[in-house]
């Protein structure tokens, strides 16, 4: 009998790369708004960014995307791209920043397990923001399942981390 295959604990999500209509305007969102770096441009036609110097975490191009209209939200393709803030202060210091920005959220979650701000990049592409509760706060069942959930995030209480 062969051994049932466990991906390596350490393996991670390296990056994700977006096909998009508007690169110049991706960039808006994805360095200018988010604050990711660029770390290699080529032309007209591809971009990627990284944070903290990584090789990068987002791949965008138009390559077969130029000028075309969003992917159909009833269709197959990726719900969306999370990115993991490394602490609650610091997703509520880009909530702040798209709130001064007046950039629209499609949603605000507590998961139990993390803490998410939810929205669409200039394409359509789905978006998550999150930070991760300490791992000594997450819940299991009696079965050893883990609990997570969806509830309204309360914005005031994530703006508490900046005063």
């Known amino acids: 009998m062969q051994k049932k295959y466990t991906i390596p604990e350490k393996a991670r999500i390296g990056h994700v790369h977006l096909k998009v209509s508007d690169l110049e305007r991706s960039l808006k969102f994805y360095r200018d708004l988010l604050g990711f770096q660029v770390t290699a ?3 007209n036609s591809a971009v990627f960014l ?3 110097g990584y090789h990068h975490h987002i791949g965008l191009n138009t390559w077969h995307s130029r000028d075309m209209p969003p992917a159909p939200v009833n ?3 990726l719900y969306h791209t999370a990115i993991l803030f490394p602490t609650r202060k610091d997703l509520a210091e880009i909530y702040e920043r798209l709130q001064k920005t007046g950039y629209p959220l499609t949603g605000a979650s507590d998961h139990g397990v993390s803490e998410a701000l939810y929205l669409n990049d200039p394409d359509g592409n789905g978006v998550e923001l999150y930070c991760d509760r300490p791992k ?5 069942s009696s079965d050893g399942d883990l609990i997570m959930f ?3 995030l309360d914005p005031d209480d994530l703006l508490k981390e900046l005063h």
């Open 41 to 43: 441009k080529y032309g």
């Open 75 to 77: 269709s197959v393709g």
């Open 150 to 152: 969806t509830e309204a």
């Open 50 to 52: 990284s944070a903290g």
């Open 136 to 140: 000594e706060q997450w819940t299991y």
